[in-house]
């Protein structure tokens, strides 16, 4: 996929996830903004996957942990062929197919429900772990929140990973500095974020979590170190693509009303 393309599957993932959120009332639009550029990359250019195949053994898996952004991930999911774009009207609505958090039941594509905050890294440890047993050539990605990183089950599972050698596993960290309740830095401090990870004994690397080239150089690459699992410290912005939206914690539980929503759209639409 080139560079334009990529692009354009990222505008379309912000696109779907405004309107999703905007006719349920929903939230959590923001942290969706913020993951779709890597989305785009993974789903355009990294993941070995097949949609007429979604249970295919060997392909790779991918593991939303910050689940309140499902919108992000259901809007790839039916761009890339999973299930039908009309599913996505459905979205966070009574008898709708898709639930408000990621869920696995009855929606192709979607590896563990998630939602619940520190999960998906130990469950992407389980599948990692079984992989290099079965000797499986599939590679395990694992999305956190910044603000996830909070949860002690994480630093358990990030124990756990470098200690069994998987090096089938990719964390990627969303850190777009906002939390359900303010800034990072004054809610829980997890800087230096990098060098915790380090000091774990993953191999890491910082990036442009924007920069769609970045994000397919460094996952072009994993494992970055042989026998290590990898950590990339995505650097983002909340609520990215929408001027009145980026930086913004109100965005994490606001949903646009129609002018905004309009705003937004056309916004988007003028990016290069």
Not at 106 to 132: F, K
Not at 162 to 172: A, E, K, Y
Not at 189 to 204: N, T
Not at 223 to 229: A, F, M, R, V, Y
């Amino acid at each position: 996929m080139s560079r334009r393309e990529s692009a354009g599957l990222a505008r379309a993932v912000r696109r779907y996830a405004l309107g999703m959120v905007h006719r349920a009332n929903a939230s959590h639009i923001g942290s969706s903004l913020s993951i779709a550029d890597v989305l785009a990359v993974l789903y355009g250019e990294v993941l070995r996957v097949d949609p007429a195949r979604p249970d295919w053994p060997d392909r790779d898996r991918f593991v939303l942990s910050k689940g309140h952004a499902a919108a992000a991930l259901y809007a790839v999911l039916a761009e890339c062929g999973f299930f039908p774009k009309p599913w996505l009207d459905t979205y966070c609505r009574d008898g709708g197919r898709l639930p408000g958090h990621a869920t696995s039941h009855g929606i192709p594509g979607v590896e563990v429900s998630t939602g619940s905050l520190g999960h998906g890294l130990p469950v992407a440890c389980g599948m990692a772990l079984a992989g290099l047993r079965d000797r499986r050539p599939y590679r395990v990605f694992v999305l956190l929140g910044d603000g996830e990183c909070d949860e002690g089950s994480v630093w358990e599972a990030a124990l756990f990973a470098p200690h069994h050698r998987l090096d089938n596993l990719v964390v990627i960290v969303d850190a777009n500095g906002i939390q359900s309740f303010g800034p990072i830095r004054e809610v829980l401090d997890l800087e230096p974020l990098a060098d915790k990870w380090r000091a774990f004994g993953w191999a890491v690397r910082e990036i442009d979590g924007h920069d769609h080239r970045e994000i397919a150089d460094v996952l072009g690459q994993v494992p970055l170190e042989p026998g290590k699992p990898t950590a990339v410290i995505a650097r983002t912005v909340k609520g990215k693509g929408v001027s009145f939206m980026e930086h913004q914690l109100a965005w994490h539980y606001r949903a646009p009303d129609a002018a905004q929503l309009a705003q937004a759209l056309a916004e988007l639409e003028a990016a290069p």
